[in-house]
């Protein structure tokens, strides 16, 4: 044996030796506790269901519209008055973006001692059952009525089965962080990270396709949700002061403008009221040319071909005009199209 072979040969075995180590490390470990958001697999918008949402249809591109024009028609404290309001420029770079700098399931707003994820899961999920001993907090199991894929959604807690249903940032945290959120401070932040309005549960695969999409890249495939659902993205972006792009608008625009008077989700921050422009009195209609007397009761002045029927409120008042000039002049303003001496025949009261 060649001094090469016998090195090599002495790697391989030091390999196998180490693997079977490590395996031997795995199995002695505890499985994790699928009840806490440090539990490994992540419930939420980043990661899970990769290869599920792998096999999903490709997301479908919003309906191309007149943004201007969708935008200008907006009317009351809806979405598009919201959306029209919002600041439109590119995205500022990721640098410096950290998930945990908005404390997503870290704090508690509503201070009712529950984390954020099973706050939404109770709020969402229906026939829910609470796991004794967690001051009615945690989420074993439910249904949940995915607004994303418009399917039902069986809900059991367990390492691997939590993620079937995620906890989705309608806004992602990291479009957030390049559309404003790092401007904000700390407290804002968190509120952002843990808003209820920025939560909903859904399903996992399509939240792991979604990713940190905004909706020039990514809706539901679920069409009769897409108003709410981008209603709620301007609800949050209006909220907090963040901006959105001329793609991420014009898709946004192109949704409303199938539902135009679709509202803001309950509890968001309302615009101003945008009316309807009072409308605008028609210019008033010349009323038909009084035959001018003939002086000293002689012959009238010559008209020309100065009217038409539709100068006319009724035959009889084009008649009289008619009868007044056809002596002297005939029928100057064919006003008698067959030659039957009455004109105007189709006007109200014509025989």
């Not at 932040?189 to 399903?203: H, K, W």
């Amino acid at each position: 044996m060649s001094i090469t072979s016998g090195t090599r040969g002495r790697r391989r075995t030091l390999v196998a030796l180490l693997g079977a180590a490590l395996l031997a490390a795995t199995a002695a470990c505890e499985p994790l506790d699928a009840t806490s958001p440090a539990a490994g697999s992540v419930e939420d918008d980043e990661g899970l269901h990769a290869d599920a949402a792998a096999g999903l249809a490709a997301p479908e591109s919003a309906p191309t519209t007149d943004t201007t024009a969708t935008l200008d028609a907006a009317r009351g404290q809806s979405a598009l008055v919201a959306l029209g309001l919002l600041e439109v420029k590119g995205r500022a770079p990721k640098t410096g973006y950290d998930r945990d700098l908005f404390a997503y399931r870290g704090v508690d707003l509503d201070g009712n001692g529950c984390d954020t994820r099973n706050d939404v899961l109770r709020r969402d999920l229906t026939a829910v059952t609470l796991k004794p001993g967690t001051q009615d907090c945690v989420v074993l199991s439910g249904t949940l009525a995915d607004p994303y894929s418009g399917t039902s959604i069986p809900f059991v807690r367990g390492e691997s089965t939590s993620a079937d249903v995620q906890i989705d940032h309608v806004v992602a945290l990291s479009d957030a962080w390049q559309k404003g959120a790092q401007r904000l401070d700390d407290a804002a932040r968190q509120r952002l990270g843990n808003d209820p309005l920025n939560l909903l549960a859904v399903s996992g695969p399509l939240n792991t396709q979604k990713g940190d999409g905004d909706a020039a890249t990514w809706l539901p495939p679920n069409t009769a949700y897409r108003c709410a659902y981008v209603a709620r993205q301007v609800a949050v972006k209006y909220a907090y002061g963040l901006w959105v792009t001329a793609a991420e608008r014009d898709a946004i625009a192109g949704v409303l403008a199938s539902c135009p008077d679709e509202p803001l989700p309950a509890g968001s921050t309302l615009p101003p009221e945008r009316v309807a422009p009072a409308p605008v009195d028609p210019a008033p209609v010349d009323p038909a040319p009084v035959p001018a007397p003939a002086p000293g009761g002689g012959v009238p002045a010559n008209p020309g071909n100065a009217v038409n029927c539709g100068d006319f409120a009724t035959w009889s008042e084009a008649q009289a005009w008619f009868e007044t000039y056809l002596p002297h002049f005939g029928d100057v303003a064919e006003l008698d199209g067959d030659d039957n001496g009455v004109a105007c025949e189709r006007l109200p009261g014509a025989p």
